[in-house]
């Protein structure tokens, strides 16, 4: 396990195999109103308030009603070692009711098609919020200002041209040996494989270092620099050869042992176009 030294104080890395998160007290997080299986919200919460230096930003890219933006922000409450909070977690959404999901979540179903829910987020999140920067709308026609993002969490990237956006905004801000990208979807079922082709290719960049057990929610810490050249050249790459790729990224799952993401790789890979 490699170490890592915390600009606050000399604090390491934890030793992800040991699973922390798990002891991560549940009670507000866990009234949320959002689609975070318990363990994923534990996750997000301690890494905050663990793992997180403020020498980068937090990122929530896909906020649906505000549930991951709690998580990020209860931990980051309790965080003693970071000073400066306010405005550290950035929210990206739509923040409107859509047909593309049903829930049995009462503010979404309360919502007419079309409504926004922004409401929604800011009546969850209101003792929070001076620690939220909030960004309504498409998140393709938005750029990242430059600054350094240490923890990044995609849970937008439904579609291929989604997740090539979040490449291109999002990862050469990543602070190599610091920041950890949150991939929600990339452990369940689903028909995203550009998530798994993606990532495959990335993995001299971005190594693996945790999947939750129940939940969808997959962690990577970023070991090399990501440049806009790096990310044009796997986006270019991404379908071609993808049995190649398939195959790759099947190995790497196995050498992790991960039954749990080799099934998802596999659902979502016979999803793609033949």
Request: overall charge positive; aromatic content about 10%; charged content about 25%.
């Amino acid at each position: 396990m490699r170490k890592l030294v915390l600009p606050s104080k000399n604090i390491t890395t934890p030793n992800f195999q040991e699973r922390l998160w798990g002891r991560y007290r549940y009670e507000e997080i866990g009234a949320l109103q959002a689609l975070l299986h318990p363990e994923e919200r534990k996750i997000m919460a301690w890494m905050a308030d663990q793992v997180y230096s403020g020498e980068g930003e937090i990122v929530d890219a896909g906020a649906f009603l505000g549930g991951s933006a709690g998580c990020f922000a209860h931990g980051l409450g309790r965080n003693t070692r970071v000073i400066r909070k306010d405005g550290r977690i950035h929210s990206y959404d739509l923040f409107r009711k859509g047909s593309w999901l049903q829930s049995a979540i009462a503010p979404w179903n309360a919502k007419k098609s079309g409504q926004s829910t922004l409401d929604v987020y800011h009546d969850q999140l209101n003792t929070m919020a001076h620690m939220l920067s909030v960004y309504p709308g498409d998140i393709t026609k938005r750029t990242w200002d430059g600054r350094k993002i240490e923890f990044l969490m995609l849970d937008c990237s439904k579609t291929q041209g989604l997740n090539d956006h979040c490449m291109r905004m999002f990862l050469p801000n990543l602070i190599p040996g610091k920041s950890f990208l949150f991939h929600q979807d990339y452990a369940i079922d689903s028909a995203l494989y550009w998530l798994h082709s993606t990532m495959y290719l990335l993995r001299e960049h971005l190594e693996h270092v945790a999947t939750v057990k129940f939940g969808g929610t997959t962690m990577f810490r970023c070991i090399k620099p990501i440049t806009p050249k790096i990310i044009e050249a796997v986006i270019a790459q991404q379908n071609k050869n993808p049995d190649q790729i398939l195959a790759g990224a099947i190995k790497q799952a196995e050498l992790l042992g991960d039954e749990k993401i080799i099934k998802a790789i596999r659902a979502a890979h016979s999803c793609r176009p033949k």
